[in-house]
């Protein structure tokens, strides 16, 4: 496949994965500027419960005399949320809440993004195998399958590594993105820096799409490293059921019948892409 077509797939890819908002959801605002969306009932819900917030025809928003205090009002959102049992699986993991300006307006609970519409942030790194064990006319990947108890794509394949931007340790700023991308790999693969080249940046894509308990709307940064000569990957969070590792003809071939997640399918086309540039 060259490089025309893989980029042809990966437009066609990424068009059929980012829908609009669906009609019935409003608009979640803080201080007049749009956060996520969540639907009528989940307004009407935390307009009662949460003081601060107020819900008309087409936003549930906190109210201007309360902006100062948004992050706290998402915090008692998220645990009206959680008593509702609106969430997702509980992970006491704060993911930055930002205006589509990219100004952070708070954190809040993971269990919530998809249920409040939030956009959140996802590192992927696309993992080669060393030098030594492909060449560069038959690159070869791992790919991860996903644990069976998650909660979005169960045992589907997945890129080596990947998972959501937090906040940084003083919790103050989102997580920088080479720290993000490092914790994941350490966390999901067992690797190292010193065990991989240093990481190149391929790209960002976004996804917008239905999912289980609401709407994710996820901002993709790609990036592609090798494995140094011998080294494995070893799952350290009880989040990936096993490892695989494929050359391109399969890569592409399990893309084909639908076992990739749509993230990893994405970012797995960028990074071919990127690999057939001159």
């Given at each position: ?10 437009d066609a890819?990424?068009r ?20 996520g ?5 989940d307004?009407?819900l ?28 998402l915090?008692?959102?998220?645990q ?32 919530c ?21 492909a060449t560069p006319?038959?690159p ?11 909660d ?8 080596l590594?990947g ?16 720290l ?14 010193a065990?991989?080249?240093r ?21 993709i ?5 090798k494995?140094?000569a ?25 893309l084909d019948?639908?076992?990739l997640?749509?993230e ?7 990074s071919?892409a ?5």
């Open positions: 496949m060259d490089l025309p077509e893989l980029e042809r797939r990966l890819l990424a059929t994965n980012r829908h609009h908002q669906p009609a019935e959801r409003l608009d979640f605002e803080i201080d007049e500027r749009v956060v969306s969540v639907t009528v009932e307004a009407r935390l307009a009662a419960q949460v003081p601060g917030l107020a819900v008309d025809d087409s936003a549930l928003s906190v109210l201007p005399v309360c902006a100062p205090d948004a992050p706290a009002v915090q008692v959102i998220a009206v949320l959680r008593a509702a049992g609106r969430t997702g699986k509980w992970r006491n993991e704060a993911l930055p809440v930002c205006a589509d300006d990219g100004t952070l307006m708070g954190s809040i609970e993971r269990a993004v998809r249920t409040l519409g939030i956009r959140t942030f996802a590192v992927h790194l696309i993992g080669q195998i060393a030098p030594e064990a006319a038959q070869r990947f791992w790919l991860q399958r996903r644990a069976a108890d998650k979005i794509d169960p045992n589907k394949l997945d890129t590594a998972g959501l931007v937090g906040m940084n340790s003083t919790g103050d700023a989102r997580e920088a993105l080479d993000a991308l490092r914790r994941e790999v350490e966390e999901e693969a067992g690797l190292s820096p065990q991989y080249d990481p190149r940046q391929v790209g960002t894509w976004r996804v917008q799409r239905p999912v289980a308990g609401g709407f994710m709307i996820e901002d940064i790609v990036a592609r490293a494995l140094h011998g080294v494995l990957p070893v799952n350290q969070d009880g989040e990936v059921a096993e490892f695989l590792c494929v050359d391109r003809a399969e890569l592409l071939a399990r019948r639908g076992e997640t749509v990893a399918a994405i970012a797995t086309l960028m071919l990127d690999l057939a540039r001159p």
